[in-house]
């Protein structure tokens, strides 16, 4: 069983940055592939970004290529730096893990965090 704590969210202006941080608690971190995704007001769940299990090979999202940036540690934790952040962007951000490799199929996730608000001002 994995469990998976998001935490960083909050409130910032169009143009800010926040870093995002996903704790997972399980022995085997390194086996597992992890992903990001978001979900706003009445819309589905999309997804931002996703990295390797050893954090070698990531994939993004082309809405936010070149602003964001997600990364990993070897112990339990994995990151998203989030920058230029724009209004639309505003919502609850969730991270994922997964057995499989770069993945941005919601299904590819077994495993999910209770996510983070995410709010831009305008």
């Known amino acids: 069983q994995v469990q998976l704590v998001e935490s960083g969210g909050g409130l910032v202006q169009a143009g800010g940055s926040l870093r995002l941080s996903c704790t997972a608690s399980?022995?085997?971190?390194?086996?597992?592939?992890m992903g990001w995704f978001r979900q706003a007001p009445g819309k589905e769940r999309d997804f931002v970004a996703a990295i390797s299990t050893r954090g070698r090979l990531t994939t993004y999202a082309d809405s936010v290529k070149g602003r964001f940036t997600i990364s990993r540690d070897s112990a339990n934790m994995m990151y998203l730096q989030m920058n230029s952040l724009k209004h639309e962007e505003t919502a609850v951000y969730y991270c994922a893990a997964g057995p499989g490799g770069l993945e941005s199929r919601i299904g590819a996730y077994n495993y999910w965090g209770q996510g983070t608000q995410v709010s831009v001002s305008s």
């Open positions: 399980v022995r085997t971190f390194s086996i597992y592939s």
